[in-house]
């Protein structure tokens, strides 16, 4: 074999393993990309939750402001009561 094959042939093996090594990289990141996707998502959905539990919580204590400022009025206290209770209901 002549050096110039055998310089080819190095080069042509580097460039095989290169490929190879870079593959296999690919696929790292592929697999961590999607790690990372379903934590994104399982954050985003926890913040969403708390988000919709903190709104409940406000619009119960609203309720409960007007249940304990209409006492006095027997129909308007039922009513905010109630809204009071269906709140209640929802935010369990």
């Known amino acids: ?5 055998k310089l080819i042939l190095l080069f042509s093996f580097t ?12 696929q790292v990141y592929k697999t961590t990309l999607d790690n990372e996707r379903q934590l994104s998502a399982s954050v985003n959905d926890s913040v969403d939750l708390s988000h919709h539990a903190e709104t409940l919580i ?4 609203n309720t409960w402001k007007n249940v304990l400022l209409r006492s006095l009025e027997e129909e308007g206290y039922y009513t905010y009561l109630q809204q009071f209770y269906d709140v209640e209901r929802k935010a369990r």
């Open 15 to 26: 460039m095989a393993v290169m490929c190879v090594i870079g593959l296999y990289a690919l």
């Open 58 to 61: 406000n619009i119960q204590l």
């Open 1 to 5: 074999m002549t050096i110039r094959t």
